[in-house]
């Protein structure tokens, strides 16, 4: 839409005052004459030389016009007999220049990608051969209407911005230009369309041509419009056969010449029902010459057409066919996006369509409507296929998964800059010793040493750091490893978790129980590394009680271990470096001493036990040295002090017994006590037993590695060990026998295999190891280690005992089982192994690696040979991942990607030729980023699909046969999916990515269900079905087994699971979505399946049409069908669903009256238990965009707990939020009476005053608040978000209006609720579920109890109160509406409903939307466009009108206007007065009297909207993020509330932190004024993403010299000028996306980095680029900082200090002189890489920056193994201070204006440091990460961003 001041239209000549000459030129003979037949002056352009004599406005180049309006009028007549040119220069949203030509010069037309040239040929009545398009001597007056927009749109496939300049040559008279948004007629005046009710816009009169009295306008003038319908659509089909679109102008100038008037372009205004258009099924061929003629009027002359009154629908019509001609302005679509959406179709056939093979004419394809007539068959699986994704079919058993065994063994090791701290109790006897307890990572395990039988103690997210046990085994504490540590007590019986609390250690490193576990102790590390000692009271928590602290104490005394006394819990001991301490815990507190050790008083002591007879007093110690000492601990003396030593050969010097550490003597790691015995396990590898006296060994038994800890069980019968290579095992001592319990990996599994025909499963892992495991008793089978090349892939051979192993040297060889050892090797890649295959039949090998190369094995015989190698096939750079390679069932199809990520290449096994290739980055053509390959698998033999996971987190379904995508799922996961499986029969598809596991039932086609399991500690990194498909296996950390609870479903013989007869094309649900229209997708709701255009459609079916009982339905889905089960029934002892022709009962089929049977008070405020039922399906008739609540693709979630501080001592207080979330629904109210505004924006709801634009924040939901609601006495405000991680339940919120208070906290039962609604008394709420159960429940507004609730059969989009009565509201949804009446008795509340179907004569499959008009009138919108008026007393549909073309999504009514909103943008007002009167005529009403009054289109699909009750003016929300304030009576819409579309990059502050620019995903810079933060300039690019942004320093010139540089996607870099708003440079320095960008201290020089590592430095004034620096070349640049230093300084030359940061861990800081061309490294920082990302799929950033307050300090975060912020002192070279952090950090800014430091962590928490202090405050408030944090210049203000939200904070105390 134009600005204000441009709109209704804008004299071009008088703005830019053409007669003073000043911002406008002339060239050559430019004259004011006087015209006759206009009667005004007019300018004369007249010359031999048209190039020379000319008009140009503006006066320079490089100034422009800014004129926006679509609709150019150029009113001029040409001069015989010369020729004349007109040159537009237009601005396409891209900031591309396109030049236009228009002239009667031009033969032919001719376009380039900047110039557009068309012939305007005037011919007279006998055209001259040698002077053609010469106007002739009696050429007229012409109005050239030039619709900019589609003229770009149609000849070059771009959006037009707006017009830049114009240039008038001679020869020719002009009047003057205009532009606007309108269309206007120039034949018909205002009076004329008044009198005649014309649709149409009258020529205003400044700009019409004067007629005489009596005359006609076409005898006198010319109206061009170009381009024209016709030539849109000639063009369309033009492009769809690879011609050019027609082109040309041309008037045919005889007697009496008329130009066309198109006046059927404004019909389509009225709202009406189109008849049905003939079908053609082959492409049209269209002979035309360039030009479009304009002839006689004699023959051509039209008269305006009278406007066409509204179809008449009444329930007795016919079947009408909605025709898809022009929609509702009568105009199409634009051909290119029809030519992109037509290729994306898929029909019931799974066949691709073409343009000229569809039954309809080009137009949207949301303007589709895909009725189909009755005549057509439709299967059961079709039927099935067809039903809503509301009626999914439950995924049950739910869980489907139970962790059966787990093979690994880890405990965590602690480590610390200056030394590790070891975990002392990797394992634990349990009381009778039968059983022990230990880590395996996240999981506690309790293994049977007997049965080896597991039980599982599940419940921490990250590594178990230390383990303890009472002594009755009634409590298990366990600590987890990741900071801040929390602390589980377990009750050890049960397996419950007791008790969960934070330690205030920051990481807990020991815990140790006393006796009666009353007591607990633990050590640990703080956050500056001080050795911390806690103690808590845990008597009560046994009880229900809690865990209570007693006591925190700091302690400068190293300590390794730590024990509680067994016979006196006031007594502890501790040992360490260089000591030993004796504690006791008197009054409450803990205090220590330390013991005198003389002489082994600087020893490094591990491990220590007390001995166990209760007149004992001897402590026992040992040290890495080898001593073990006897303690007295009551006289705190040493007793003794042995030493263990290696013992000596006679023959030579050498000990016998080598050790694992430096020093004589044999480093002991553990020590156990029992009565008579002590173990010792030390480095070498042995495990000791001896006596107390240890006079002699006992027994000894020797490991593979050194000991980490051993164990004596209570009868001191057996001894627990454990090593550091993963092993677990025990010495019984009677038996002398040495039992291994466990074998683990020690380190990361990369890839397994299974063996077809046995329960073997092969894991290589990053310990060089190769294992074999038997999956029945979980034990290892066999070990093959390669010290050199690390295992990289594994196959099993299906039939023989052998497997294959890929390692990282490119090798490949083959094992026998059976002799253990390696049948043969090949080297036939030169990179590492990346994938490894063979197929099932046994006949052929298949290997892959990192050069490309793929490798073809004959491995029938038992020693396999290489038959082919080939170079360049697969990827080179594709994601790591077990399934890169993969062989079909068939063992015919070979699937890899490559040989670029970008595609996935199918080959036959046998010969290797390709048979497809498909390009995965071309199947969403929405996306403005290239999506590539990740993982492949294939599905089972029938129907033959490949699935593909892609790094934009879906999983796509490709046909092998043509490489059709006939399914997608979406949103698998947060990050792409490495690993993907799906089960022999196609039940179940399992995929895993980051430390999640997914199983998802792949057979329901519409709401595709999942559940989600997590366990593992570390990212998972393969999955896969055992053989005999009742378990799965997922490798990671460990190897885990789950159980796969679902029962077997036979099947019949022959077929196979997962093959339906209908393609799974035809259906889509929520994380599954169908192809999407290229173009209508960008402004749309996002659709969850797009319309299948066809010649026949299935029969229309009863939405609860139930069967007879015992009967059969051919066409409803079988007990064998993949469609969802039945209806879910509601809850109570009886509902009655009551259709128009007959009843159902949904419970026992009884009857009831006219309102049908009562529902009775819901018992305790919780559902009854459901019922199935079984019913038919119906088709989706129009794509679903009703959905209520889309929540953003979250990386991460809020942290579980954030430490807010109290509101006195906030040094940040919330400004302003910048944002509006456009994917809620229903989430703007606004009272005009009392002013109250309030809208959300993530998980706030933000409270604003329009007048001052000062907001509030009511924070308090955990997830994004999805919908609102106000009450009527506009008190109370209730807003409701969806489930998080710590609740399954929707959470709604009720909000005192006055003073912003919680007035209370209401849990749903509902994973998300989709709808509000109060009572028109205020007593009763109604809230509407949506995910899971579709649920509506009814609160008491006074008790805020439950007073019923019903779990609806079918899906439901609104729903409403009755405002004239307060018992009754209404439901809409598939194919229905229902009406409901409340009865309350007492305290009982009941239920009754009534439910009528939709009449076929409305042709909706769906209603959305619905509101209550006068009484007793309920209007309701639908999914095609129709809006159907309802008789809620006679519950009838009497009338029915086409209101839209697409989806309604929102109507309101206040009197006799109603207001629509559908989900292409446009807003319309409707007078519906004459409604009551046509309710009376019952069937034989008609809509002619429903007049449309107004309309606006905005910017994207509505899905808010409120309004006056004069309905004159309201606010309406849309899915760009935008809010609007409309005002119908000026027919204005006005920005409210604007937010970026897509996720927030980076912002940057003018120098005088006047205003701030922000760059988003969505390809914009914005410029907001910081003072109000409204929206001030914008500059969009298509189809790129803006990535980083830099403001010019203030040194760079005068502050309308200011400019802002930007970074691309595609590598290029824009430089805008803020004074001119006009982009001022573009250039491309790299070929990768840009990722960060910086401006030289003098302005001059732009740094600027991309993802490949490369900096380039480009001079502005020049546009060149000087230099590329590749120094940091392999991983993105991730930070690009320039500062000024003087010269000199820091011992190097130069200026300018500036430093760039990389994703591999690099800074680099260099020191230069641009202006001399001097750049010098001056230093470089390299860290190790952190183990564990953050967040999911969100890898840690590295952040670098310069400190304001002293420039010799380099502040850097996410670098490094360790969650800190470290300063790096640039003069010393050296680390000068660390501040620990609870999480990576994502973003990090500091402030100039006071020693503050912001910190933004994934965990959606923002951290406020005070480094003068070390003081911390953390801040919630964002719904996602933290990513960007920025400081102003001045540190007064911090901006905050996390995906598209931007948060504005008051600093306070600067």
């Known amino acids: 839409m134009a600005r204000a001041w441009q709109h209704p239209f804008l004299s071009v000549f008088r703005h830019f005052k053409v007669d003073e000459w000043k911002r406008s030129a002339k060239e050559g003979d430019v004259a004011t004459v006087m015209d006759k037949t206009l009667k005004c002056t007019v300018y004369r352009v007249r010359g031999s030389v048209s190039a020379s004599n000319y008009i140009q406005l503006p006066r320079t180049g490089t100034q422009s016009l800014g004129l926006t309006g679509r609709y150019l009028y150029v009113l001029f007549r040409p001069l015989p007999p010369r020729h004349f040119v007109i040159h537009l220069d237009v601005f396409t949203e891209d900031s591309q220049v396109i030049r236009v030509s228009f002239s009667s010069l031009f033969k032919e037309f001719k376009s380039t990608a900047t110039w557009l040239q068309f012939p305007f040929i005037c011919e007279a009545g006998t055209p001259r051969k040698d002077a053609a398009g010469v106007p002739p001597t009696g050429a007229r007056w012409t109005c050239l209407q030039l619709d900019l927009h589609d003229l770009l749109l149609v000849y070059l496939n771009r959006r037009y911005g707006h017009l830049k300049s114009i240039r008038l040559c001679a020869s020719l008279l002009v009047r003057n230009l205009y532009t606007s948004d309108l269309c206007f007629d120039p034949a018909v005046t205002a009076p004329e369309a008044r009198r005649a009710k014309l649709p149409v816009t009258p020529m205003p009169r400044e700009m019409a041509f004067p007629v005489p009295k009596g005359q006609s306008w076409h005898d006198r003038y010319v109206h061009i419009r170009f381009p024209s319908d016709s030539s849109k659509g000639v063009s369309t089909l033009g492009q769809k056969n690879g011609s050019l679109p027609e082109a040309g102008l041309s008037a045919l100038c005889s007697t009496g010449s008329a130009a066309l008037s198109s006046t059927a372009a404004f019909l389509g205004h009225v709202p009406r029902l189109l008849p049905h258009s003939a079908p053609f099924n082959k492409p049209t061929q269209v002979s035309m010459s360039p030009e479009v003629q304009m002839h006689d009027p004699a023959a051509s002359c039209r008269v305006p057409s009278a406007p066409r009154p509204l179809p008449e629908i009444s329930m007795s019509c016919e079947r009408l066919e909605v025709s898809s001609v022009g929609g509702p302005s009568g105009r ?3 051909p290119s996006a029809w030519a992109e959406a037509t290729d994306k179709c898929v029909n019931s056939t799974n066949v691709h369509v073409s343009a000229h093979e569809l039954a309809v004419v080009p137009v949207a394809p949301e303007d589709v409507a895909p009725h189909e007539p009755p005549c057509r068959e439709q299967s059961g699986q079709q039927a099935a296929l067809g039903k809503n994704r509301f009626q999914q079919r439950s995924f049950l058993p739910d869980p489907i998964l139970r962790l059966k065994g787990v093979i690994g063994f880890g405990g965590h090791s602690t480590r610390w800059v200056r030394r590790p701290m070891r975990l002392l109790a990797c394992a634990l006897w349990t009381k009778d010793g039968a059983a022990v307890v230990y880590p395996c990572h996240a999981v506690i395990v309790m293994l049977h040493v007997d049965t080896r039988q597991q039980r599982f103690f599940l419940g921490h997210t990250d590594k178990v750091s230390a383990l303890a046990l009472d002594g009755s085994n009634s409590l298990l504490a366990s600590a987890q490893a990741r900071a801040p540590s929390m602390l589980r007590l377990w009750d050890f019986q049960t397996g419950a978790c007791l008790s969960l609390f934070r330690s205030p250690v920051h990481v807990v490193c020991s815990l140790s129980f006393s006796d009666s576990g009353a007591l607990l102790c633990g050590t640990g590390k703080d956050r500056h590394g001080r050795t911390v000692v806690v103690a808590w009271d845990t008597a009560q928590v046994g009880r229900g009680g809690e865990a209570v602290l007693l006591t925190k104490v700091h ?89 263990l030593l290696p013992t000596q050969t006679p023959s030579g010097p050498l000990p016998k017994r080598q050790t694992f550490s430096s020093g004589p003597g044999i480093a002991i790691s553990s020590l156990s006590v029992s009565q008579v015995t002590c ?101 290892q089978l066999y070990d093959f280690t390669s010290p050199k090349e690390a295992p990289r892939a594994v196959a099993f051979h299906p039939t023989q005992p052998t497997f294959f192993c890929g390692f990282s040297g490119g090798a490949v060889c083959s094992f026998s089982l059976e002799a253990t050892e390696v049948l043969v090797e090949h080297r036939c890649h030169r990179g590492a192994v990346t994938g490894l295959a063979t197929s099932p039949d046994g006949s052929f090998l298949f290997s892959s690696c990192s050069r490309g ?191 796969i609870l679902a029962p077997n479903e036979r099947l019949p013989p022959g ?145 579980k707990s954030v430490s807010s501080p109290p509101a006195s001592s906030e040094r940040l207080h919330l400004k302003a939020v910048v944002g509006y979330s456009g994917n809620g629904r229903a989430n703007v109210v606004w009272r005009p009476d009392t002013g109250f505004f309030a809208y959300t924006c993530g998980r706030l709801v933000v409270v604003e005053d329009l007048h001052s634009g000062a907001q509030q924040h009511w924070l308090g939901h955990p997830e994004e608040i999805s919908t609102l609601a106000l009450s009527h006495d506009a008190q109370v405000l209730a807003s409701a978000s969806g489930h998080s991680s710590t609740a399954s339940c929707g959470q709604i919120r009720l909000w005192e209006v006055p003073g912003g208070s919680c007035r209370q906290l209401i849990s749903h039962r509902d994973p998300t609720v989709r709808a509000l609604a109060f009572s028109p008394d205020d007593r009763l709420l109604i809230t509407l579920g949506y995910d899971g159960d579709c649920t509506l429940a009814l609160w008491s507004m006074s008790t805020y109890e439950l007073l019923s609730s019903t779990r609806l059969p079918e899906p439901v989009h609104g729903v409403a109160f009755n405002p004239w009565h307060a018992g009754e509201l209404a439901c809409v949804g598939q194919g229905a509406i229902t009406l409901w009446l409340l009865q309350q008795r007492g305290a009982d509340v009941s239920l009754q409903v009534h439910r009528e179907r939709i009449p076929e004569e409305v042709r909706a499959g769906k209603l959305t ?188 010139g005068r502050p309308e010299q200011q400019q802002v540089a930007a970074g691309y996607s595609d590598g290029t870099l824009r430089v805008f ?106 230093d470089w920082l390299s860290f190790p890489a952190p183990a564990l990302m953050e967040a999911p799929g969100c890898p840690v950033p590295s952040l670098a920056a310069f400190c304001p307050w002293d420039g010799a300090l380099l502040v850097c975060a996410g670098l490094g193994v360790h969650r800190e912020v470290i300063f790096y002192s640039l003069r010393h070279k050296q680390v000068v201070e660390k501040i620990p952090l609870p999480f990576f950090a994502v973003s990090l800014s500091l402030s100039p204006g006071a020693r503050l430091m912001a910190i933004g962590f994934a965990e959606c928490v923002l951290r406020l440091v005070d480094c003068t202090s070390g003081a911390v405050q953390d801040f919630a408030g964002h719904n996602d990460s933290v990513r960007l944090c920025r400081f102003t210049p001045a540190g007064r203000l911090l901006f905050t961003a996390a995906h598209r939200e931007i948060l504005v904070w008051e600093v306070t105390g600067c």
Request: proline content about 5%; aromatic content about 6%; hydrophobic content about 40%.
């Open 332 to 334: 199409g679509q634009e």
């Open 555 to 643: 302690t400068d005394a190293d300590i390794q271990a730590f024990k509680v006394a067994f016979f006196d819990e006031t007594r502890m001991a501790s040992c360490g470096r260089g000591g030993v301490r004796l504690w006791r815990l008197r009054r409450g507190g803990l205090r220590s001493c330390a013991v005198d050790l003389g002489e082994h008083h600087a020893l490094e002591f591990t491990d220590l036990a007390f001995g166990q007879d209760l007149d004992s007093c001897t402590l026992y110690v040992c040290g890495r040295s080898g001593h073990i000492l006897e303690i007295d601990h009551q006289h705190m003396a040493v007793r003794r002090a042995r030493r």
């Open 679 to 779: 173990a010792v396990g030390s480095e070498d590898g042995y495990l000791r037993l001896w006596p107390l006296d240890f006079s002699s060994v006992l027994l000894e038994a020797e490991h593979e590695g050194p000991i980490s800890s051993v164990c004596v069980s209570p009868d001191g019968l057996r001894v627990l060990s454990t090593t550091s290579s993963g092993h677990l095992g025990f010495l019984d001592v009677p038996s002398r026998e040495y039992s291994v319990l466990m074998r683990s990996h020690t380190a990361l599994v990369l890839a397994l295999a299974t063996k077809c025909r046995q329960e073997h499963l092969a894991t290589v892992s990053q310990d060089h190891t190769v294992r074999v495991w038997d999956l029945v008793t979980l034990q």
């Open 853 to 1043: 190369s793929l490798a073809q094995y004959d491995c029938a015989a038992t020693q396999c040979r290489v038959l082919r190698v080939a170079a360049n096939v697969v990827c080179q750079d594709a994601h790591m991942s077990p399934n890169a390679l993969v062989v079909s069932g068939d063992s015919r199809l070979l699937a890899f990607v490559g040989p670029s990520k970008y595609t996935v290449t199918i080959m036959d096994t046998a010969s290797l030729d390709e048979l497809l290739r498909v390009d995965i980055s071309a199947l969403d053509g929405t996306s403005s980023r290239l999506d590539s390959a990740v993982a492949v698998c294939f599905g089972p033999a029938p129907p033959g699909h490949l699935l593909v996971s892609t790094s934009s987190n879906t999983v796509v379904v490709l046909d092998t046969t043509s490489g059709r995508m006939v399914r997608e799922l979406s949103g698998v996961h947060p990050t792409a999916c490495p690993s993907l499986a799906l089960s022999r029969d196609g039940r179940f598809l399992l995929t895993a990515a980051d430390r999640a596991i997914k199983v998802w039932d792949y057979l329901m086609q519409a709401n595709l269900g999942c559940q989600v399991y997590i366990g593992h500690s570390e990212p998972v990194q393969a999955v896969a079905f055992s053989p005999n498909q009742q378990q799965l296996l997922s490798v990671g950390d460990a190897i885990f087994l789950w159980d």
């Open 1055 to 1199: 077929s196979v699971r997962g093959s339906p007869g209908a393609p799974p094309a035809c259906e889509a649900g929520p994380g599954m979505r169908q192809l999407e229209d290229t173009v209508s997708g960008a402004d749309g709701l996002p659709r969850w399946q797009v319309p299948v255009p066809s010649q026949a459609s299935p029969p229309r079916l009863g939405p609860c049409a139930g069967l007879p009982e015992g009967g059969d339905d051919d066409e409803g889905p079988s007990e064998e069908s993949h469609g969802p089960k039945g209806l879910r029934q509601a809850s109570g002892s009886a509902l009655l669903v009551k259709e128009a022709d007959r009843v159902v009962d949904a419970a026992c089929g009884a009857a009831g009256d006219s309102w049908g049977l009562s529902m009775p008070p819901h018992p305790c405020g919780q559902p009854s238990a459901q019922s199935p039922r079984r019913a038919r399906a119906q088709p989706a008739a129009h794509p679903d965009s009703c959905e209520p609540f889309m929540s953003q693709g979250k990386a991460s979630s809020l942290a």
């Open 1409 to 1596: 939307s619905l509101c209550y008009g006068a009484m007793p009138l309920l209007y309701c919108g639908s999914d095609t466009g129709q809006v159907c008026v309802w008789d809620t007393r006679a519950c009838r549909c009497f009338l029915a009108w086409e209101a839209d073309n697409s989806e309604i999504g929102v109507l309101l009514c206040s009197g006799v206007r109603l207001v629509s909103g559908s989900d292409s943008g446009r807003l319309r007002l409707w007078a519906v007065e004459a409604m009551l009167e046509l309710r009376r005529k019952g069937s034989g009403a008609r809509s002619s009297s429903v007049f449309m009054e107004r309309e606006l289109t905005l910017d994207g699909a509505i899905v808010s909207a409120v309004f006056h009750d004069s309905m004159d003016m309201g606010v309406a929300g849309s899915v760009a993020g935008t809010l609007w304030y409309i005002n119908w009576a000026e027919g204005t819409s006005t920005h409210l509330i604007s937010g970026h579309r897509s996720k927030v990059n980076e912002v940057a502050f003018s120098p005088s932190e006047s205003h701030c620019a922000t760059c988003s995903d969505d390809g914009s810079v914005r410029v907001w004024s910081l003072a109000s933060m409204e929206l001030v300039i914008q500059f969009q690019v298509l189809n790129q993403s803006c990535l980083c942004l830099a403001w010019s320093p203030p040194s760079c």
């Open 1617 to 1722: 000028s803020i004074s001119r708003t006009a982009m001022e440079l573009k250039m491309r320095p790299h070929l990768a996306a840009l990722t960060a960008i910086a401006f030289s201290a003098d302005g001059q020089t732009i740094l600027s980095g991309d993802k490949d590592g490369l900096v380039a430095v480009s001079r502005l004034c020049t546009g060149m680029t000087l230099r590329v620096l590749s120094d940091q070349r392999g991983a993105p640049i991730s930070t690009i900082q320039s500062t000024s230093k003087e010269d000199g300084d820091f011992g190097v030359e130069g200026t300018d200090l500036w430093l760039a940061a990389s994703g591999d861990q690099r800074v680099s800081i260099w020191a230069s002189d641009w202006p001399q061309g001097h750049c010098e490294l001056m």
